[in-house]
């Protein structure tokens, strides 16, 4: 596994999410607040703090690539604002259609609706949430409070209503990403997926699920944090060794620590902000 793997798979959820697309009222915009509205059977998971990104001079370029990647085709849709976005998640199941956007930030509604009928557009309700029907794009728009918009095709879209309204199985309750995310430090991005890291590696069973955050550890540093769950100890134990020398032939990593706990290979390493991009 190196580096490169780790950010082709950042790169591949943002590339499929945007393939796929064209709360409560309590929630705070992290990682696990989103997870909590997503459902369970999802099997992609990403998670992005876009205002600490846009306030940190030093993370601009990493920045104004996940605007120009994934920000820039939300830009389209009439009246959102996405200046107002603070955080965002995406989550997928590999079904068509199935592809979730969720929107945490403050978002002037009155304005939005103005907007939505400026374009002829009709407003349906779901789960008791107004619900906006973006025909040619294959798209619904769910104002679930000034803090949460949710974005996805009808299928999608209804899913996650059932969980932030009905009270459906959300992501968090599934086992694996609930002790994936719990074991993950809060970070700029987050991202959980049950495609492996490992790579050319076939002798090793591969884990159940991934995870890995970015955080910024100095001015001119991100440290990049995973876990890997697998299936058994025995499998966790056989792993470790090649994961550790994967990691060591990636240039740019330095500081690497990894370490085994039961089923969970977890493991840390510190690269140049510089080298991350998108």
């Not at 040619?136 to 879209?157: D, F, H, P, Q």
């Amino acid at each position: 596994m190196r580096s490169k793997a780790i950010f082709l798979l950042v790169a591949l959820v943002l590339l499929s999410s945007l393939a796929g697309a064209g709360c409560s009222s309590g929630q705070k915009g992290t990682a696990v607040d989103f997870m909590k509205q997503l459902p369970r059977n999802y099997v992609s998971f990403i998670f992005i703090d876009i205002a600490r990104m846009r306030a940190d001079d030093e993370l601009k370029e990493m920045y104004s690539g996940i605007q120009d990647s994934m920000l820039s085709g939300f830009e389209e849709i009439p009246g959102l604002n996405i200046a107002a976005v603070k955080s965002v998640a995406l989550a997928r199941t590999g079904e068509e259609d199935s592809t979730v956007v969720i929107f945490y930030g403050d978002f002037n509604l009155e304005e939005l609706r103005q907007k939505l009928q400026e374009y002829k557009l009709v407003a349906d309700t779901y789960q008791k949430t107004e619900v906006w029907n973006l025909a040619e794009e294959n798209l619904s728009l769910a104002l679930v409070n000034k803090n949460s918009i949710v974005i996805s095709a009808e299928t999608g879209l209804k899913r996650s209503l059932d969980v932030i309204k009905g009270g459906a199985a959300s992501l968090y309750d599934s086992a694996d990403f609930r002790d994936i995310a719990q074991r993950l430090p809060p970070g700029l991005m987050t991202v959980l997926d049950t495609q492996s890291l490992i790579v050319d590696q076939p002798e090793i069973n591969a884990p159940k699920l991934t995870g890995v955050t970015l955080t910024k550890k100095d001015k001119a540093t991100i440290t990049v944090s995973g876990v890997m769950k697998f299936g058994d100890a025995g499998a966790a134990q056989t792993a470790l060794e090649p994961i550790k020398a994967d990691l060591k032939t990636e240039e740019s990593f330095r500081g690497i620590s990894v370490t085994q706990d039961t089923v969970f290979v977890e493991f840390t390493a510190d690269a140049d902000i510089s080298e991350i991009g998108f």
